[in-house]
């Protein structure tokens, strides 16, 4: 525990949020000024929460610099209902999505995509266990140019592996990406995707909203017969809000993309800021080679997720328990690969990632 009470989060997710959204989520409860009742209380019907959303996604908007062409749509189901509604929507009858497998979410996304339709793994490195995402030239290579649309996974959170860059593929392809642990962590030229989607717990927000951003020319695809909640143009065609939507959820988004906004100072600054205090954790895994082995390739480390190993799960337990002691927490790696992961959301200061690499020097050094 730090002097404040609060801890030094790197949860995967939910994670970190700004201490300005906080304080202002007290501040309106509980009751909103002018509203007389608090954000978990109104009804989304009214004037007050209509601001909201409008609002949100005007800056959503602004710092993703997203065009005409693009919806920005508020969805439930967290993103691993995008891994259904992206084939059932975008995957029709006897076309193949091809869906790029770098880590344990884009593999559940081709799970799902098999379920709904043909569903073909243009691309994995499974058998190295995730350490690293295509070059340019694999990735154009494997995929197949009639399929309907190409599916990944812009940064496997569990594995901490990233794309440095959206990457590029043929004009015609139609690009569906995860987004979710890495939405609003840096600029990204939305024109060339065909679909994103990020579920907000990491970066935007809390848990219980879904950002989805998808093209006219791709809501126009759409087949008929759908279930409501699970077509997109519903969200498109009724400003999300079809249905009662996650009316706090989107409310704190709000907060998010001010802060972004007014103390970051916009997607490059954050871009900056990230990329720097990512790079004190992998300056102190290279320089200690005998102590700390990095799990991704260098070239497809992820600023977001710093994965690494010690020699013995003994030494990961006396790591994870002398970082417990001062007030670091959530640093236990997935089950499913063990090690440490250090989760630096946006919202994750500076000062936070640099004591986790004076703990992890002091460690080394002992
Ligand atoms: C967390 C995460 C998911 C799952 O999100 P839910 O909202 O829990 O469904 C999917 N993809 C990525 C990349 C994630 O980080």
């Known amino acids: 525990m730090r002097a404040d009470g609060r801890v030094i989060n790197f949860s995967a997710g939910p994670g970190v949020l700004p201490p300005s959204v906080l304080e202002q989520v007290k501040a309106d409860l509980p009751t909103l000024p002018g509203v007389g009742a608090s954000a978990l209380e109104v009804s989304h019907r ?3 929460f209509e601001g909201v959303i409008a609002e949100a996604e005007a800056n959503l908007r602004a710092l993703l610099k997203i065009g005409d062409d693009h919806r920005v749509l508020f969805c439930q189901g967290g993103a691993s209902m995008q891994f259904a509604m992206v084939p059932m929507n975008l995957l029709r009858d006897g076309a193949t999505a091809d869906l790029v497998v770098t880590g344990s979410w884009g593999a559940k996304a081709a799970t799902e995509a098999a379920r709904v339709g043909r569903a073909r793994v243009a691309w994995t490195d499974d058998a190295e266990s995730f350490v690293r995402v295509p070059t340019a030239e694999e990735l154009l290579g494997a995929l197949d140019p009639a399929a309907a649309y190409v599916h990944l996974t812009t940064n496997e959170t569990i594995q901490g592996v990233e794309f440095p860059a959206t990457p590029a593929l043929p004009d015609e392809a139609v690009l569906a990406a995860d987004h979710s642990s890495d939405f609003l ?8 995707y065909g679909l994103l989607y990020a579920g907000a717990q990491k970066n935007a927000g809390p848990a219980g909203v879904t950002i989805v951003v998808i093209r006219d020319d791709v809501l126009s695809r759409i087949p008929d017969g759908l279930p409501t909640m699970l077509d997109y143009r519903t969200y498109a065609e009724h400003a999300s809000m079809f249905n009662t939507p996650p009316v706090f959820a989107i409310y704190v988004v709000l907060l998010v993309t001010r802060w972004l906004r007014d103390e970051i100072g916009g997607l490059d600054a954050m871009a900056a800021s990230n990329r720097a205090k990512a790079d004190l954790l ?3 895994i290279d320089g200690h080679p005998d102590v ?3 799990h991704a390739d260098r070239a497809s480390r992820s600023v977001m ?3 690494f190993r010690l020699p013995t799960p003994e030494d990961e337990g006396a790591f994870l328990a002398a970082a417990a002691d001062e007030g670091m927490i959530e640093l236990r790696g997935h089950r499913s690969v063990g090690g440490i992961r250090a989760s630096l959301y946006n919202a994750m200061p500076v000062e936070g990632v640099e ?3 004076d703990l992890m020097r002091r460690f080394a050094e002992r």
Request: no cysteine; proline share 4%.
């Open 46 to 48: 009214g004037a007050w």
């Open 185 to 192: 962590s840096r600029p990204v030229d939305v024109a060339r």
């Open 282 to 284: 992998y300056d102190v």
């Open 292 to 294: 700390y082995r990095g």
């Open 305 to 307: 997720n710093v994965t």
């Open 355 to 357: 004591a986790l690499a």
